[in-house]
T-cell receptor, first 109, second 113 residues
Framework: GQNIDQPTEMTATEGAIVQINCTYQTSGFNGLFWYQQHAGEAPTFLSYNVLDGLEEKGRFSSFLSRSKGYSYLLLKELQMKDSASYLC??????????FGKGTRLSVIA | NAGVTQTPKFRILKIGQSMTLQCTQDMNHNYMYWYRQDPGMGLKLIYY???????DKGEVPNGYNVSRSTTEDFPLRLELAAPSQTSVYFC????????????FGDGTRLSIL
């Protein structure tokens, strides 16, 4: 089976940095995705990691440690528009993506 | 390109009614997916397809059916609507290759009363 864990909710201040963690247990591993989902909208792709290390994309970075079954999404210079849910999803073997329940981030002034 | 288009955007059904949620994509993607998302929950896979004529069950297929007669279209059918099927339904597609991201439609908000 597969299990993906993320914190349910987080709150951070505008301009700050926030780290959203994701741990997973899967049989086989082919990569990990992060998606952003604003309330009432569809998820949109943020990042993909398949090798250990940090992938940086502007204000957003994603880190992966395959040996630890661990990833995080780092958001810098937080803006109010970053208030959204962040979904971690794991790809393993030939099975479809499995999504975590998501972390709802609230950015406050 | 329109991407992934879902219709309708909203629908209210009575218990026992049936309906089809439409999904079409214009990106020539072989892989297509149907998810449901309940409040505060992640996405649960209902059915998926790896190409025209091929469909497979996901995590929560009971009460649903799909077909994939063309690359573009992947309709989801509810035969006997039940209150437990009240949810937001998302269709998604992606290119071949395991590292390709999924592209989502805007969703269908379905209430069964």
């Amino acid at each position: 089976g597969q299990n993906i864990d993320q914190p349910t909710e987080m709150t951070a201040t505008e301009g700050a940095i926030v780290q959203i963690n994701c741990t997973y247990q899967t049989s086989g591993f082919n990569g990990l995705f992060w998606y952003q989902q604003h309330a009432g909208e569809a998820p949109t792709f943020l990042s993909y990691n398949v090798l250990d290390g940090l992938e940086e994309k502007g204000r957003f970075s994603s880190f992966l440690s395959r040996s630890k079954g661990y990833s995080y999404l780092l958001l810098k210079e937080l803006q109010m528009k970053d208030s959204a849910s962040y979904l971690c999803a794991v790809c393993s073997g030939n099975t479809p993506l499995v999504f975590g329940k998501g972390t709802r981030l609230s950015v406050i002034a | 390109n329109a991407g992934v288009t879902q219709t309708p955007k909203f629908r209210i059904l009575k218990i026992g009614q049936s309906m089809t949620l439409q999904c079409t994509q214009d990106m020539n993607h072989n892989y297509m997916y149907w998810y449901r998302q309940d409040p505060g929950m992640g996405l649960k896979l209902i059915y998926y397809s790896v190409g025209a004529g091929i469909t497979d069950k996901g995590e929560v297929p009971n009460g649903y059916n799909v077909s994939r007669s063309t690359t573009e279209d992947f309709p989801l059918r509810l035969e006997l609507a039940a209150p437990s099927q009240t949810s937001v339904y998302f269709c998604a597609s992606r290119e071949d290759g395991g590292n390709r991201p999924q592209h989502f439609g805007d969703g269908t908000r379905l209430s069964i009363l």
